[in-house]
């Protein structure tokens, strides 16, 4: 038995034994993509809230599906601070997201959940000045909290795909390698790269 190439436990010791709940959250922790939305998967045109305003990337499903079928988890993280400038509702957001994963269901893929902040420092409501909304801002780590606690994935080899700034240092606040990727990029081009991607 190659050990080295091979997740193994000898479990004939109580010294072993004890040891089995480490090895499963080391041997269990999983990769993933974490993508911005609005200039990523679909077209930014300024907080969208509606089916009818999401324009799709190039070559999204294709993508999507082959970062399925290669075992990623993948999360969508957004900031939207619509919510607290009062431009659309929080349940808005979470109809557009339901929606968005039926498409993809439908188009032989998935999105293992969507993640986002309605923050904005400015709010009329006090709900949305809270801080455990400003924590799941990016660039704040807050969210990834939120993704390793209920998906234990393996941030070392896991990568975050964005287009802007804040994108770029929320994966570097939380140690999970970056892939620039701007709206109306052939996103099976980012696909080759995340192959490219040193995974330890």
């Not at 305003?53 to 990623?72: A, E, M, V």
Request: net charge positive.
């Amino acid at each position: 038995y190659n050990i080295k190439n091979h997740d193994f436990i000898d479990i004939g010791t109580p010294q072993d034994f004890k040891k089995i709940k480490m090895f499963f959250k080391k041997t269990l922790l999983k990769k993933a993509i974490i993508l911005d939305r609005d200039g990523v998967i679909n077209k930014d045109i300024g907080y969208a809230f509606n089916p009818n305003q999401i324009k799709w990337g190039k070559n999204l499903f294709k993508f999507f599906k082959k970062l399925n079928d290669d075992g990623y988890l993948i999360f969508i993280v957004s900031n939207q601070s619509g919510i607290g400038r009062g431009f659309y509702k929080y349940k808005d957001v979470i109809n557009l997201h339901n929606w968005m994963n039926k498409v993809f269901m439908l188009n032989n893929a998935h999105i293992d959940e969507f993640f986002f902040s309605p923050y904005y420092k400015d709010s009329k409501l006090a709900e949305y000045r809270k801080k455990i909304y400003l924590k799941l801002r990016k660039p704040n780590t807050g969210v990834i909290k939120l993704i390793q606690k209920k998906w234990n994935i393996d941030i070392k080899n896991s990568i975050m795909v964005g287009d802007n700034l804040s994108d770029e240092k929320f994966a570097k606040n939380v140690g999970l390698k970056f892939l620039f990727c701007s709206y109306g990029k052939n996103l099976i081009d980012i696909y080759r790269l995340i192959n490219k991607v040193k995974i330890i």
